[in-house]
């Protein structure tokens, strides 16, 4: 799957998310690694989400992953808990944020 596409994916999974219960602002990275490499950047601030495919340096939360992974996790043949344990994907900075981010996208 190309960048491109990815992104798209991400992008229209977190903009129809609801983010109504959402109490703090947060900023995140998802680094795709790998031949389709890019980064995306996703934030809830003041109640509004933005979302762009740019590397951005002050995130609350960083997320890296390969594109191979990325997309065995769209088509479900991984699962994101076992993927996090196993290295497969890799966070730094509020964990916490990562899994509740998680659980409202899956939904």
């Given at each position: ?47 509004k989400k933005m979302i ?56």
């Amino acid at each position: 799957m190309k960048f491109e596409e990815s992104y798209s994916l991400i992008k229209t999974k977190f903009l129809t998310t609801d983010m109504s219960k959402v109490d703090k602002d947060f900023s995140a990275i998802i680094c795709l690694t790998g031949k389709n490499a890019g980064y995306v950047y996703v934030a809830y601030i003041g109640g509004k989400k933005m979302i762009e495919p740019v590397k951005h340096d002050k995130a609350n939360l960083f997320v890296t992953m390969s594109d191979e992974t990325f997309e065995q996790l769209i088509q479900k043949k991984i699962d994101p808990f076992k993927a996090f344990t196993t290295g497969k994907v890799k966070a730094k900075g509020n964990i916490f944020l990562a899994m509740s981010l998680y659980k409202k996208m899956k939904k």
